[in-house]
């Protein structure tokens, strides 16, 4: 998988399109989309790897890898209820209601009295 393919597999896991990713990731007009045939900078890819919430390393990791593993990611940081981070399933925003339910379902169904 190229580094490309890898970033489009991860934002629409994510609910993104490549433009929407481009954009919160503050990159000139369609530039993900020249990564098709041009390799990104480290700035760039180090914008985009935040969005996705992956290190730089993971999105690199070409098809020669030993490992064609899928690629795990951290949720945690974006399940913090935040002004800044809007989530979305199927491309839909998650409410701020429901990613506390979420959040607490994955941390084991302890409250906030523990």
Avoid: C
Avoid at 40 to 54: D, F, G, Y
Wanted: glycine fraction near 6%; avoid cysteine.
């Amino acid at each position: 998988m190229t580094t490309f393919e890898k970033i489009k597999t991860l934002a629409k896991m994510q609910g993104l399109s490549l433009t929407q990713l481009n954009d919160k990731a503050g990159l000139g007009k369609n530039s993900i989309y020249h990564w098709k045939t041009k390799q990104p900078n480290i700035e760039n890819l180090q914008k985009v790897a935040k969005i996705l919430h992956v290190s730089v390393d993971q999105l690199l990791e070409h098809e020669n890898s030993p490992s064609n593993q899928p690629v795990a990611i951290d949720i945690a940081p974006a399940i913090k209820t935040s002004d800044t981070m809007l989530l979305s399933y199927e491309g839909k925003e998650i409410p701020a209601e429901e990613l506390e339910m979420i959040r607490r379902i994955l941390e084991g169904g302890k409250n906030n009295n523990e």
